[in-house]
């Protein structure tokens, strides 16, 4: 049985490959995307597809796996915004997914780029190579006694909470489901306008929806505190990044870390160290002293890694022997 990988990185074969031994399924790896312009590559017959966030599933290349015989679309993440789910259904093609894997790895990685703008650890480092020990331009601000605000609050968003209670932050958070566990540890849930209002540090832990495009935008923005920290390791469409650089000027936004960005899909997994980026808005945003940006590796743990590899080869097995998956790994229109 084959699975057709895209977008597939030398750390997703060595992963794959190993986790694969215990399946036995024959795996080949594209490092291209998945959009129109490949997806005539995929061979008849070919079982599953395993695809990553910057592949491109419209309804074109949906139609043209159907023809191929492709039975599953197997995303080796949580978010599946990029997938034409409508025509899926229509041809009768699963879409799996890996609804949790080490949520931990993502609230950490919020928490060092939190850090690191706060204390410039990033600027330090490079200074001190240079033998320059000057702490100008370094001055920080203490964690401890800080108003943390968290959107949403699931596997990542309740991971991020207890690591900043533990802190000595107060955590005030927003989600339609409000997680009890974290009440009784001390979080408050209060409205989303709420926590813009009150929190000195806003954290972005929600999918990507319609309803969540550009949820960060110029009217939430203005409802923050002057001087507001905001960091999102989700999805890039969270935030209207003009509207961020735009408060950036102001002084309303401090810091900004960001892990993703709108369009991200044209720069990250790439080496552009020897290209000209045409993007002026992700160059803009780079200029900015108080702007952290990360290339999507909030997910990258050895841990993390492991656990998408076997729960993407466990969801391609049990599809394939005609077991059900846990009903979160099924994604459905």
């Not at 070919?46 to 599953?72: Q, R």
């Not at 929806?209 to 923050?224: D, V």
């Not at 200029?287 to 890694?305: I, K």
């Not at 599809?319 to 099924?330: H, K, Q, T």
């Amino acid at each position: 049985m084959k699975i057709l990988f895209f977008s597939a990185k030398p750390y997703d074969i060595i992963t794959f490959n190993q986790h694969n031994a215990t399946y036995g399924f024959e795996l080949e790896y594209l490092e291209t995307h998945l959009g129109p312009h490949i997806v005539n590559a995929v061979d008849e017959g070919t079982y599953a597809v395993c695809v990553f966030v910057n592949d491109n599933l419209t309804g074109e290349v949906i139609d043209v796996l159907a023809a191929k015989g492709v039975k599953v679309i197997a995303l080796r993440c949580a978010g599946f915004n990029n997938i034409d789910l409508a025509a899926a259904k229509k041809h009768g093609i699963t879409v799996c997914r890996v609804p949790a894997y080490s949520p931990e790895a993502v609230a950490e990685h919020a928490v060092a780029m939190l850090l690191t703008l706060n204390r410039k650890t990033h600027k330090a480092y490079n200074r001190v190579r240079e033998q320059n020990f000057s702490l100008n331009g370094l001055l920080g601000f203490n964690m401890h006694g800080k108003t943390v605000g968290v959107i949403a609050t699931g596997r990542i968003g309740k991971a991020f909470c207890k690591i900043m209670l533990g802190f000595g932050c107060k955590v005030l958070a927003f989600d339609l489901y409000k997680d009890q566990e974290l009440i009784a540890a001390g979080v408050d849930y209060i409205s989303f306008e709420e926590v813009l209002q009150q929190a000195d540090i806003i954290s972005l832990h929600c999918p990507l929806t319609p309803e969540s495009h550009h949820l960060i935008n110029k009217e939430t923005l203005g409802l923050m505190k002057h001087g507001a920290t905001l960091i999102n390791t989700s999805r890039g469409a969270l935030i209207d990044t003009h509207a961020v650089i735009a408060a950036l000027k102001t002084g309303r936004l401090a810091y900004l870390g960001i892990d993703v960005y709108e369009q991200e899909d044209r720069l990250f997994f790439k080496d552009l160290s020897g290209s000209i980026i045409e993007d002026d808005t992700i160059q803009r945003l780079m200029s900015f002293p108080n702007v952290l940006v990360t290339g999507h590796q909030a997910f990258f743990t050895e841990d993390a890694l492991a656990q998408i590899a076997e729960t993407t080869l466990n969801n391609i097995r049990q599809l394939s022997e005609g077991i059900a998956p846990d009903a979160a790994v099924v994604v459905k229109v």
